[in-house]
């Protein structure tokens, strides 16, 4: 990882290198800044972008799709000379991003797949996913009830939720019994007040997936007050700072986390726009590592990958075999 990491920045620096000397500006449209995973994105584009002489315009759309999608059309008027969607709504910007195309202005995007983006920068929420789907199998002893809080739209939000599918499809005592929805406005209420009602009505239920951070506050508060901490466990992607606070208290049902590295992923796509004003090759997609974290026993993971070369896998699959070159 580390030396993925130094090749990047080598990269960029040769790609800053062949960027002209006028300041080059990047429009960067957020969706929302309402939680500490998307603050920290438009922060590690900032940070970026001053680092690498370039000015970044930012604009926040406060959760409403529409004015995102003004936002990056006002950047296509204002001619910049690259635009970053950090997050949002993929689909909406199908048609601006196309202008933004055949206009060759380059399009980097953060967890938004799209024919026409250079390069989007994400999570390996495949990965993370997966071993959420895993933990839950594994708590529930392959048998429970689970309920899920999501909110559609954001297409890394739909990986996380398809991979927990795709895990319990062997596991046939476990059964997904609700999918709660929320927007990003209001949301730890919103959510606590969905999950209370849901549970006041339904007493099995063993489990709550969350595809965000601020969905698990909401339910743990919900669970918390109905006192069914010692009935319901809860797990999550995001360890924004009022997720890890939360999960913390001795009596809180929030027992797994998958972490981001938002400001990672905020620096990957300015680095990303660097390269691609440079003429330079990048790739379609570009992942930030995750942390797995876990409340009490941090061991409990179902497993986690070992990245070798070959001589390694070698020394640690056949120790004592001589490996023939």
Excluded at 35 to 48: C, P
Aim: hydrophobic share 45%; proline share 5%; glycine share 8%.
């Amino acid at each position: 990882m580390k030396s993925r990491r130094l090749l990047v920045l080598f990269m960029v620096a040769i790609a800053v290198a062949g960027v002209s000397a006028q300041k080059k500006v990047i429009g960067v449209s957020s969706q929302h800044l309402g939680n500490d995973f998307n603050r920290g994105v438009t922060a590690g584009i900032a940070d970026q972008a001053k680092k690498l002489g370039f000015q970044a315009i930012m604009t926040n759309a406060k959760g409403d799709t529409n004015q995102q999608v003004a936002d990056i059309e006002n950047f296509l008027s204002r001619k910049v000379d690259a635009v970053i969607i950090a997050g949002g709504e993929g689909p909406a910007f199908g048609p601006v991003m196309k202008k933004l195309r055949d206009a060759k202005i380059p399009v980097i995007t953060v967890d938004i797949p799209s024919e026409y983006t250079l390069c989007n920068v994400t999570s390996d929420n495949f990965n993370g996913g997966e071993q959420l789907g895993l933990y839950v199998a594994n708590k529930l002893k392959g048998k429970g009830n689970i309920i899920i809080l999501d909110t559609p739209g954001w297409h890394s939000l739909d990986i996380r939720i398809r991979m927990l599918k795709s895990v319990i499809m062997d596991y046939p005592g476990i059964q997904i019994v609700q999918t709660i929805e929320a927007s990003v406005n209001d949301a730890v209420n919103s959510y606590y007040q969905q999950v209370k009602s849901f549970l006041l009505a339904n007493k099995n239920v063993q489990a709550v997936y969350c595809s965000w951070g601020l969905a698990a506050v909401g339910a743990s508060n919900a669970i918390r007050e109905l006192g069914l901490q010692k009935d319901i466990f809860v797990v999550c992607t995001d360890a924004d700072q009022v997720v890890l606070n939360e999960m913390i208290k001795p009596d809180s049902p929030l027992t797994a986390v998958v972490g981001q590295y938002p400001n990672k992923l905020g620096q990957m796509s300015v680095d990303m726009a660097a390269a691609a004003l440079a003429g330079m090759p990048i790739p379609v997609e570009a992942y930030a590592p995750i942390i797995l974290t876990e409340k009490d026993n941090p061991g409990a993971w179902f497993s986690s990958p070992s990245i070798m070369k070959p001589a390694d896998v070698w020394k640690t699959l056949f120790p004592g075999t001589p490996l023939k070159k």
